[in-house]
């Protein structure tokens, strides 16, 4: 019994409960046997719960945790809750309330033999920390009576498996249009609460054409849908949209974001990395194809492992090049456990939701995952290697299995030709080469890693992550928190380890619980602008509870079973929800009660990527260049920002406007030199996974925005529009400018404001030429003012947090 | 300080993340305070704290600003603060210790004497070299540490372990940190500064004062020391004053509208109210950099009318500039492009260092001077020093160049909270290594914060699933015998 002397409720409020209970139930509570202790009603009138929330609760975090909680109990025992020291492990309680100098806690941390003492590890606890334990278990040892007892990490809702519940039944029939509803509204209405009305069919409209392609609707798109809008005109044009080239092109982006993708390697030279826009133009087919989202994986962990590996399931592993990459490390072989790092923790974080990387020198200190499933992930990649020759990083053919021996046949016969010079003129070798090249041409290249060899390395744990250091030798493995029973690796296949393929396999596996609900809260949190898990890279402890966790189960099931692993169909079933298509209005009475809209009684309210606010600019100034794929644009960067560079002559050369003006997507990243405007506005972390942008409000957002030379050259293709489109009459230039950037007219407030600074506009600058005696006539004047109306119109706020 | 902690407000978000995001950082702070004006946290939850405070740290700091000298390249331990008798005595032979001497496949000279004298200066006697006569002038300001070391021998991963305490890239910057632990002090201009040399940045550039993982509002803005000193700062070629006013009055006229049908949100706010900061802006950053109205004898003490000292020095005068008007870190960089226009003396180390010592010499002691006059002294901090530093041996036999060198190198701080006047640590008797009480550029960092009132075991980021440090998850300590 002295296992239960702990006092989770208050004497006065045993009192009154124990007014209403049994004599029995009387004996059998834990605070009544506390009264028959000496001593101890005494002090406990005094003492509060504080003392544990302020001072026990640190030093145990501090010092006990990593062995003796919800992550590790060891001895069976937990510290990490009130209820569970009192509860104790193995060898019984840890202490005894009111009489700390029995209780076990203190005995431990006091002793002075080195194998009883705890911590067993690092200094032991200070004098202060310790009085602070004593002076807490001899008053009582008391914890708030609602602590929250953590689950253990084998109960962590994430790691169990995907279950499909039961659609909830809604009072509400007419709002929902599918279960996606059924499951908001139910939480609504238990709070008595009403979902924001539909938003209005303009609204609508130029919200799906942002969310899905990136641009706003044309004048045609509007006016077609505005003749008769209704939610399933509505869903006609989403799948529309979902067909067009422009949806891969706006979702590839958010893709790459998680994958780190960028154009360049960091680091002292940073260096182009050769061909790797073909993993960016393999992610936008990929999506505009609908490939599987289970296919995805494999084909980007082992696209050349897969039977029938093609140019373009290897082209996918360029996933794993992606990381920076130093062409002159300090330490090779720390670079190289670096370089397996990325790989690793981009691998956890993308697919799994997990932030395996922690465990790298030490057994994670929040999570389940110890440096032996860290360095288990690592084995599975340690084959890999990447092809360079000195600093130079070398790209590498890529086609089918028959392909690759056709070229290797060739190149085998190039080189034995080029030895014959004994025999051959010079002339002559050239002739029979260039023969050989036009029998079998050139396969294209990629930027790819390779596993040369069948015979994988031997992975070892390294001990506090120094390559100097190995430890135990490891098999590749998953985090063994996710399985009962390991995934079969299957042994050496004729060309590599097969490591990866047994990794992907698991991974895309419909029993993984987790690959599905993070992909599933990838998409939804696109689409609302917060995922249902608000860390959509932590499924982790630490990571946030679902908001709705039901709904992610739901659909996570759905996604697997019923579309499967159709990204497209999650599309059309998210986008066809009276959810998403909830007007942003605000509601006093819900904000106050829920301002972060966990229940999403609204849509909530977004900025744009900085990539959907610069391709909407060129799409209503008429510039877009729609061309696809192929090698990256570099947008023209200030004289200005490439000063700070080391070789400024050299380090950026612009292309042309035509190749400038194509989509966003298809800019150089180069990630020692973000190209201003993208970074002001918030582009993401080019260095490791970015699961979500973060949206700053500063100053030189705004200079960029209206100062910058971007905007200002697209304000005067603009304005040079709306003189053709809509003639000279500034009514109808003022109507096309409305509808072209913000998809709606202009209120007859906003246009006669509009009217009315062009012509004070127009008027100031004629009379300052005038003053000046400058000439200027009054078509240019009136031109200038209508290019500030559109420099105006790029600014509002409307036009970059569309409703 | 560590982890995001919700927080609701009405804004439709936390007001944790809210102020974090508009707050701390670049122009920021400004943001938080004219939302604060306008009223629009009255009334609402969590308002009664107040909107998050320029400055708070952990504990009272000794210094509210820092001045990062940066010597790119890597300056010489020896022909600089650390004096090798030994070093003279042994000149010409070859080097037989146990450090591993020289970058990447280099040619390794033998033991090269410094061609410059050392004096000791000052009441303290702090041996200066001939190197530095103007700054000798304030040696019992100086706290030299002989015993600096680094991870690395490159360039690249040694800007970056100096500036963001990694060897990779993408963490936040000391002046990151510094935004995110104590905001900014003025509304109207950025918190981190960094001026480059003429001849180009360090390099990795920007990744040097990026704000990593942490939002961009932290990260440092470069400011040029002539024309328009941010980008985008001045308004379009073509476009009056007049005319820039007007559309922008149109601007928040119609965005005032907007706002009204969502008057809860706080990003639309804040938004409009960038562009009014932005446009004040325009002023303020202008007329810091404008030292024309400077009198000629602080010009003349800066060093603008020599050719050799005028962009250093120039830089130097807009420091103490950006300085007055509240800038909390502000970089400057000597030297920038490749080997002899940056401190790595390679080749010739010997006229390497004069030229870039005489570059800055003058102009660094104009800024304690000015400083001191001022009163900031007393409220800022200088630090002085580049990547790594220099072997003691030539590199190549007879060859007047120096390798680089990460075992042991110097570096000086000044000002608010140094004790001065003072040597700490030492490297071996041919100045290779640092052997006595070594200080790691983590310890460096440590001391940096310590004395801006930051305890860098508590400086704390959430990010991948770790709370995040300057100094990392490595003991490093604050160097005790710097502090005053």
Same mark, same amino acid.
């Given at each position: 019994m002295t296992g239960a002397l702990l006092v989770p409720v208050s004497l006065t409020e045993y009192f009154r409960h124990s007014k209403r209970c049994s004599f029995r139930a009387r004996v059998s509570s834990l605070a009544f046997m506390l009264m028959l202790l000496p001593g101890v009603a005494r002090t406990t009138r005094a003492a509060s719960s504080t003392a544990y929330e302020r001072d026990i609760k640190p030093i145990l975090q501090q010092r006990c945790y990593s062995c003796h909680s919800r992550l590790k109990q060891k001895s069976e025992l937990r510290l990490d809750a009130g209820a569970l020291i009192g509860k104790g492990g193995k060898h019984g309680s840890a202490i005894v309330a009111g009489r700390s100098a029995e209780s076990p806690l203190l005995q431990r941390v006091l002793s002075t033999v080195e194998d009883e003492r705890m911590p067993p590890e690092g200094k032991p606890l200070t004098p202060d920390q310790i009085a602070l334990l004593r002076r807490w278990i001899d008053d009582g040892a008391r914890y708030p009576k609602d602590e929250v007892i953590p689950q253990t990490a084998a109960e962590h809702w994430a790691f169990q498996p995907v279950r499909q519940p039961p659609v909830p039944t809604v009072k509400n029939k007419r709002w929902p249009r599918n279960a996606i509803d059924r499951f908001v509204l139910a939480k609504l209405e238990q709070r008595g609460w009403k979902p924001a009305p539909v938003a209005g069919p303009r609204a609508l409209l130029r919200r799906v054409h942002l969310d899905l392609t990136g641009l706003p609707p044309t004048l045609a798109e509007q006016e077609s849908f505005l003749q008769a809008p209704s939610a399933d005109a509505l869903d006609q044009v989403i799948d529309g949209l979902l067909s067009r080239p422009a949806y891969g092109e706006r979702w590839a982006r958010h893709w790459l974001d998680v994958v780190r993708y960028a154009d360049s390697n960091g680091y002292e030279r940073d260096a182009e990395k050769p061909f790797v826009w073909r993993y960016r133009d393999y992610v936008i087919n990929a999506l505009n194809g609908d490939k599987p989202f289970d296919r995805f994986i494999l084909e980007q962990l082992a696209g050349d492992e897969l039977p029938g590996a093609c140019a373009e399931t290897m082209i996918a592993t360029g996933f794993q090049r992606l990381g920076h990459w130093d062409d002159e490390p300090a330490d090779p072989e720390t670079d190289r456990y670096d370089q397996l790092d990325d790989i690793v923790s981009t691998t956890a974080q993308a697919f799994l939701g997990l932030t395996l990387g922690c465990a790298r020198c030490h057994d994670h200190k929040f999570e389940p995952l110890s440096t032996r499933d860290y360095y288990s992930m690592v084995a599975v990649f340690n084959p890999l290697r990447r092809p360079q020759k000195g600093r130079t990083e070398l790209a590498l053919p890529v086609g089918s299995r028959e392909e690759l021996a056709v070229l290797a046949g060739r190149d085998g016969e190039i080189g034995r030709l080029q030895q014959q010079t004994n025999t051959l003129t010079a002339a002559e070798i050239e002739k029979r080469i260039q023969k050989l090249r036009d029998a079998t041409p050139d396969l294209p290249q990629a930027y790819i890693l390779q596993e040369p060899a069948t015979n994988p390395p031997v992975t070892h744990v390294l001990l506090r992550g120094s390559p100097g250091r190995p430890g135990e030798v490891v098999a590749p493995a998953v985090p063994s928190v996710l399985v009962n029973k390991q995934p079969e690796f299957q042994p050496s296949g004729e060309r590599t380890s097969g490591r990866r393929l047994g990794l992907a396999s698991w991974m895309a596996s419909p029993d993984n619980s987790l690959t599905a609900r993070v992909i599933v809260n990838r998409v939804w949190q696109q689409h609302f602008g917060y995922g249902l898990v608000r860390t959509p890279n932590d499924f982790g402890l630490m990571g946030e509870p679902a908001t709705h966790p039901e709904l992610l189960d739901w659909l996570a099931h759905w996604f697997v079973n019923?579309?499967?692993?159709s990204l497209k169909k999650l599309h059309r079933l998210i986008l066809a929800s009276n959810t998403w298509r909830m007007s942003k209005a605000p509601n006093p009475e819900y904000a106050a009660a829920d301002p972060e809209d966990r229940l999403l009684w609204r849509m909530p309210y977004r900025r744009l990527e900085v990539e959907a606010i610069r391709d909407s600019m060129l799409a209503v100034s008429g510039q877009l260049n729609t061309k696809g794929f192929g090698p990256s644009m570099k947008p023209r960067i200030q004289q200005a920002a490439l000063e700070a560079n080391t070789d400024k002559e050299s380090i950026w050369k612009p292309s042309d406007d035509l190749e400038a003006?194509?989509? *966003?997507?298809?800019?150089f990243i180069k990630r020692g030199l973000v190209v201003p405007m993208l970074e002001v506005l918030d582009?993401?972390? *080019?260095?490791s996974s970015c699961p979500k942008r973060q949206v700053t409000t500063v100053a030189p957002q705004a200079l960029s925005l209206f100062n910058g030379e971007f905007v200002n050259q697209q304000t005067r293709h603009f304005a040079a529009r709306l003189l053709i489109e809509a003639g000279s009459d500034h009514r109808k230039q003022i109507d096309l400018a409305w509808r072209l950037a913000l998809g709606r007219p202009p209120a007859k407030d906003e246009a006669a404001t509009m009217l009315e600074f062009r012509e004070q506009e127009a008027g100031r600058l004629l009379a300052e030429a005038a003053k000046e005696n400058r000439s200027l006539s009054n078509t240019e004047a009136q031109r200038a003012a209508l290019e500030q109306m559109c420099r105006v119109i790029y600014n509002l706020n409307e036009f970059v947090y569309p409703e | 300080m560590s982890r995001f902690i919700p927080n609701p407000t009405p804004c439709g978000r936390s007001r944790r993340e809210f102020l974090w995001q508009v707050g701390g950082g670049f122009a920021g702070i400004a943001l938080i305070d004219l939302l604060s004006d306008s009223g629009f946290f009255e009334g609402k939850a969590g308002a009664a704290t107040g909107p998050f405070p320029p400055g708070r740290p952990h504990f009272p700091a000794r210094a509210k600003h820092c001045v990062f000298l940066f010597m790119n390249g890597g300056p010489s331990q020896v022909d600089t603060f650390d004096p090798k008798p030994e070093l003279t005595k042994f000149n010409g032979l070859p080097y037989r210790g146990d450090a591993k001497v020289g970058s990447n496949g280099r040619p390794i000279g033998h033991l090269m004497q410094s061609p410059f004298d050392f004096q000791e200066h000052g009441q303290s006697g702090l041996p200066i070299s001939s190197l530095f006569p103007h700054t000798a002038k304030f040696a019992d300001d100086l706290c030299v540490i002989r015993s600096m070391f680094t991870d690395t021998a490159a360039h690249a991963s040694g800007c970056l372990q100096m500036n963001?305490?990694? !060897?990779? !890239?993408?963490k936040p910057s000391l002046g990151a940190w510094l935004s995110y632990g104590l905001g900014a002090i003025n509304r109207n201009l950025p918190s981190f500064v960094v001026m480059t040399d003429p001849r180009g940045g360090p390099i990795g550039s920007a990744s040097n004062w990026t704000a990593g993982y942490m939002p961009a509002s932290h990260q440092g803005t470069l400011f040029r020391s002539g024309g328009s000193p941010l980008l985008d700062l001045a308004t379009p070629e073509g476009t009056s004053d007049a005319t820039q006013r007007h559309s922008l009055d149109l601007l928040k006229k119609l965005n005032e509208e907007h706002l009204k049908q969502h008057p809860d949100e706080s990003e639309l706010l804040a938004r409009i109210e960038s562009y009014e900061l932005a446009y004040r802006m325009q002023t303020t950053a202008a007329s810091v950099i404008d030292? +024309?109205? +400077?009198?000629e004898a602080t010009r003349e003490m800066y060093g603008l009318n020599e050719k050799r000292t005028a962009d250093f020095g120039r830089k130097c005068l807009i420091t103490r500039r950006l300085l007055e008007n509240g800038v909390r870190f502000i970089q400057l960089y000597s030297g920038g492009g490749h080997i002899e226009d940056t401190w790595d003396g390679h080749n010739n180390c010997v006229e390497n260092h004069k030229l870039h010592a005489g570059e800055t010499d003058k102009p660094i002691a104009a800024l304690i001077t000015d400083l001191k006059r001022s009163g900031l002294w007393d409220e800022t901090l200088l630090v002085w020093g580049g990547e790594f530093g220099r072997t003691p041996t030539s590199e190549g036999v007879g060859k007047p160049g120096r390798d680089h060198d990460w075992h042991g190198f110097s570096m000086w701080l000044a000002g608010a909270g140094v004790k001065g006047g003072q040597a700490i640590g030492a490297t071996d008797e041919l100045g290779f290594k640092a052997v006595e009480e070594p200080c790691h550029v983590g310890d460096l960092h440590a001391t940096v914060l310590h004395l801006l009132g930051l305890d860098h075991t508590k400086l704390t980021y959430f990010h991948q699933g770790l709370d995040q440090r300057?100094?990392?998850?490595l003991d490093r300590r604050v160097i005790q015998k710097v502090l005053a």
């Open positions: 019923e579309a499967h692993w003006s194509r989509r *966003t997507i298809y800019a582009l993401g972390d *080019t260095v | 963001t305490g990694s !060897i990779f !890239i993408g030292v +024309e109205h +400077e009198d300057l100094t990392g998850v």
